[in-house]
């Protein structure tokens, strides 16, 4: 290998020693590298996916295999790799996963940490609807995923495969406020703190009396800002007692949540709910925590947190660029979107290794996290895609040609089609020009 060769490669080498797995192993179980055929390492195939989930073009992507000495084959052939490796992708990206992953602490019996939980929707340009759900377990203060799951549309929010463990503190936003979520997290031994509706999930009294919570919220007196009492879930066949808290929004946040109330009516043709309409002016929550550890507003101040997930979704797709996906075909988006949430993690890895429960401990202001994470993945970005390749092909051409040649394409055709006409019809003017003159008579 050339001393160029090798520099460009020095920093990837880093990188993918970071993957905690054999890859040659796992691409050839996995169905990715069952022959190698011009790719000479999982490593070198791996590289291209993620070339590829960058540049969005395979023409380009050829070009940078040949520039990295990775390969030197056609784009039909690279997209049957891409294609092929869905399910390597997915493997290593629960590898990569599990390494940002800390063993549970031992059960002290107080909260073990906090998780937020969220899930975005992704589809592809021109795409007629939802194609994919990203499920994610946030961890506010490491500023770590607890959980990462990629489904399709068929599969709604909830808390499969969510990673809580004993003693974790779980926040989730009104789509988590149903009994299958909440029976979930009270089997994984978790507390929680869910927002409700004030229709979705049946409350009863602790004497076994339906509550009207509308009611109980229109005798609150309005100067009263928090307020809490006693309740269970009607749908719990051990009738656990749980706290329910809420919180009387600001004047000006409760005129926009209900004039909020009043658009989406408007929009589906249908009456305002005077229901609807009245809970819209409170932050309705359920929890488990204990009243003599945790009071109301200990518990309205941790849901303020869940909105750092949505921070997280924004970053990601902002400024990772998550749903930037192909159009065509239409099947390559998926790998794709796999390979950029394996960059993602990859920046992950090294965003966390900066000493967070200083930060937050220190009472200077919180340290803002979109300038790192957009640094750090432009670096993960250049290790895998290194500028000095482009210095290659602009120095020397040649190898890069085959790739660079028109295709079957009409336009590029025309085009070589002009220049050829043109350069007979130069040619044919130079050589009248050169003739010798006719002798005078």
Not at 225 to 232: D, F, K, L
Not at 279 to 306: H, K
Not at 314 to 328: E, G
Request: with cysteine.
């Amino acid at each position: 290998m050339s001393e160029v060769s090798q520099a460009l490669n020095q920093d990837w080498d880093a990188l993918v020693a970071s993957i905690p797995d054999d890859l040659e192993a796992s691409a050839k179980a996995y169905g990715a590298l069952q022959r190698h055929r011009g790719i000479k390492s999982a490593a070198a195939l791996l590289r291209l996916i993620l070339i590829y989930a960058n540049v969005l073009s395979l023409l380009t992507t050829a070009l940078w295999g040949v520039g990295l000495k990775l390969c030197d084959i056609s784009r039909q052939a690279l997209e049957k790799r891409v294609l092929g490796s869905v399910a390597w992708l997915e493997y290593l990206l629960a590898v990569l996963l599990r390494s940002l992953l800390q063993p549970p602490a031992r059960d002290t019996g107080t909260l073990r940490r906090i998780v937020l939980r969220d899930a975005s929707v992704i589809s592809r340009p021109g795409s007629s609807g939802i194609e994919w759900r990203l499920h994610l377990s946030w961890d506010p203060f490491k500023l770590q995923p607890a959980q990462v799951t990629l489904t399709d549309v068929h599969t709604g929010e909830g808390l499969d495969n969510a990673g809580l463990q004993a003693h974790d503190l779980l926040l989730g936003d009104r789509l988590y406020g149903i009994w299958r979520v909440i029976r979930q997290a009270l089997e994984a031994l978790a507390y929680f703190i869910i927002r409700l509706t004030w229709s979705n999930l049946p409350l009863c009294t602790p004497d076994g009396q339906p509550l009207e919570l509308i009611a109980w919220l229109k005798q609150l007196p309005s100067e009263q800002e928090t307020a809490e009492r006693s309740v269970y879930i009607a749908d719990d066949p051990e009738k656990r007692l749980m706290r329910l808290v809420v919180g009387r929004l600001p004047a000006d946040k409760a005129v926009a949540a209900r004039d909020k109330v009043k658009a989406t009516a408007h929009e589906d043709k249908r009456s305002v709910n005077p229901n609807t309409w009245w809970a819209a002016g409170f932050c309705i929550l359920l929890t488990n925590l204990p009243l003599s550890a945790w009071s109301s507003l200990d518990v309205l101040a941790f849901y303020r947190l869940r909105w750092q997930i949505e921070w997280c979704f924004r970053r990601w797709k902002s400024l990772c660029h998550l749903d930037v996906l192909p159009a065509y075909p239409a099947k390559i988006a998926h790998p794709v979107l796999l390979a950029k949430l394996i960059m993602i993690l990859l920046m992950q890895q090294r965003l966390g290794a900066l000493p967070w429960h200083e930060l937050w401990s220190k009472p200077e202001p919180a340290p803002v996290v979109s300038p790192l994470v957009a640094a750090i993945y432009r670096r993960v970005q250049e290790i895998i895609c290194p500028p000095a390749v482009i210095d290659q092909l602009l120095e020397d051409p040649a190898p890069f040609w085959r790739h660079l040649r028109a295709s079957h394409r009409q336009r590029p055709l025309q085009l070589a089609e002009v220049a050829r006409r043109f350069g007979e019809h130069l040619r044919e003017v130079l050589s009248a020009s050169r003739a010798p003159e006719p002798a005078p008579a």
